[in-house]
């Protein structure tokens, strides 16, 4: 969470008024997307692996 109430997948949105204020440079914009674009992909792996490891479990449990 943010000061703005905002979270990682809304960052994208509250980022560009930050930038606004000028102190803000190039270098450090692509590191961010770089950075958001790894945190999706993170999220993505996450939530497939928890898909996955759910759906093994319910055949697991009813296997035995």
């Given at each position: 969470m943010d000061s703005k109430g905002g979270d990682a997948?809304?960052?994208?949105?509250?980022?560009p008024?930050?930038?606004s204020v000028g102190f803000i440079?190039?270098?450090v914009n692509k590191m961010y997307m770089a950075l958001t674009a790894?945190?999706?992909?993170i999220q993505s792996k996450a939530?497939?692996?928890?898909?996955?490891?759910?759906?093994l479990?319910?055949?697991k449990q009813y296997s035995s």
């Open positions: 997948n809304n960052a994208v949105d509250v980022y008024k930050c930038s440079d190039s270098d790894i945190t999706r992909e939530s497939h692996i928890l898909k996955r490891k759910t759906r479990g319910i055949e």
